[in-house]
C-alpha cells in the first residue's frame, strides 16, 4: 500500500456517507438525553452553587478558558441556559448555533460537576456527540439522503465510544496494574455497591476473577465495533450485555456512554410517528433546521 492509499481510505473510511435520517434521530435522542442527565442523572451537580469555592480544583480546561467558580449565580444559570437551548435544539431550529450552544455549556456542566473530585469518564462520547452532531446542518427524520458530513459526525461518536472502552484498559493497567486484573477487584465492588444479584456472585470469586480477564480482553478488542456486518453487530451486542451486567451486579449504569451505543444502529429504520415528523407549528420537521 503506497503512502497516499493510505490516507485516501482512511478518509473514505472516516467520511463515508449515512443517512441524514440517522443524524436526525441521534440528534432527538442526545438532546433529549440532556434533559434526562441534568434533571436526574447529574440533579447533584445544582449543589456546588452553596459547596465552599475553596473545594473548587477546576480541571484543566476550567483553568485553560478560563471559567468562573461555580456560585449561587453561575450555576443555575448554566443550567436553565443548557435547558433552554437543548429544547431549541431538540425542535430542529437552527441545529448549528443552538447544537454549539448546547456543546459549550454542556462541557461547562461537566467542568463545574468533576472539578470537585471524582471525573466519571462515561461522558467521552456523549461530549464528542454534541460536539459533532452540529455539523452536519439540515437532516429530517424522513431524509434518507446519503451524506458525507452525517457519516463523518456520526463515525466521529463510534470512534468516541471505541476509545472510551480501550483507553479504559489503559487506565486500569496504569493506576491499578496487574493486580486490576489479578486481584480482588470486581469481588470487593460487588462487597461494596452489589445489588441482590451481583450478592449472590459473592461465593463465586473464581468466576468474578475469570470476569476481570473478560472485561479487559472485551475492551482491548472494542475497535472491532467498528467491523461492518454481522460481526460488528454481534460485538455491539456483547457491549450491550455487558452494561447490562454491571447495571445488575454493581448498579453502575455507564448511560451517556451507552446512549451513544445508538450510533451504531440504523436509527433511520425507525418508524417516524407524527408529533416527530412536524412541529409544533405543523411545518418544520423535528431535526431540520435552516443551516
Not at 449565580?73 to 437543548?86: I, R
Not at 451505543?261 to 418508524?271: G, K, S, T, V
Amino acid at each position: 500500500m503506497s503512502a497516499t492509499t493510505l490516507p485516501r481510505r482512511l478518509a473514505g473510511w472516516w467520511f463515508a456517507p449515512l443517512p441524514l435520517a440517522r443524524l436526525a434521530w441521534l440528534r432527538t435522542i442526545v438532546y433529549g438525553f440532556v434533559f434526562v442527565d441534568v434533571l436526574i442523572t447529574t440533579s447533584w451537580v445544582p449543589m456546588h452553587a452553596q459547596t465552599p469555592s475553596e473545594l473548587y480544583r477546576p480541571l484543566f480546561l476550567a483553568r485553560l478558558l478560563p471559567l468562573p467558580t461555580p456560585g449561587p449565580v453561575t450555576v443555575p444559570a448554566v443550567m436553565v441556559t443548557l435547558l433552554v437551548c437543548a429544547g431549541l435544539a431538540l425542535s430542529g431550529r437552527l441545529p448549528r448555533l443552538a447544537g454549539a450552544a448546547v456543546f459549550l455549556l454542556y462541557l461547562q456542566w461537566m467542568l463545574i460537576a468533576f472539578s470537585y473530585g471524582k471525573v466519571n469518564h462515561d461522558r467521552v462520547a456523549l461530549l464528542v456527540a454534541l460536539a459533532v452532531l452540529p455539523t452536519g446542518g439540515r437532516a429530517g427524520h424522513r431524509d434518507g439522503t446519503a451524506s458525507d458530513a452525517a457519516g463523518w459526525a456520526i463515525r466521529c461518536i463510534q470512534v468516541a465510544v471505541v476509545l472510551t472502552y480501550f483507553l479504559s484498559t489503559l487506565a486500569k493497567l496504569r493506576y491499578g496494574g496487574l493486580e486490576w486484573l489479578d486481584g480482588s477487584t470486581l469481588l470487593r465492588g460487588v462487597l461494596r455497591r452489589g445489588t441482590s444479584f451481583g450478592d449472590g456472585l459473592r461465593d463465586y470469586p473464581g468466576l468474578l476473577h475469570a470476569a476481570q480477564y473478560g472485561i479487559v480482553a472485551f475492551e482491548l478488542t472494542s475497535p472491532l465495533l467498528l467491523a461492518r456486518g454481522l460481526f460488528g453487530r454481534i460485538y455491539l451486542g456483547f457491549a450491550a450485555v455487558f452494561h447490562l451486567v454491571t447495571w445488575a451486579t454493581l448498579k453502575i449504569t455507564f448511560l451517556p456512554h451507552t446512549v451513544c451505543l445508538l450510533a451504531f444502529l440504523p436509527l433511520e429504520r425507525l418508524p417516524v410517528p407524527s408529533l416527530t415528523a412536524r412541529s409544533v407549528t405543523g411545518e418544520v420537521p423535528l431535526g431540520s433546521g435552516e443551516r
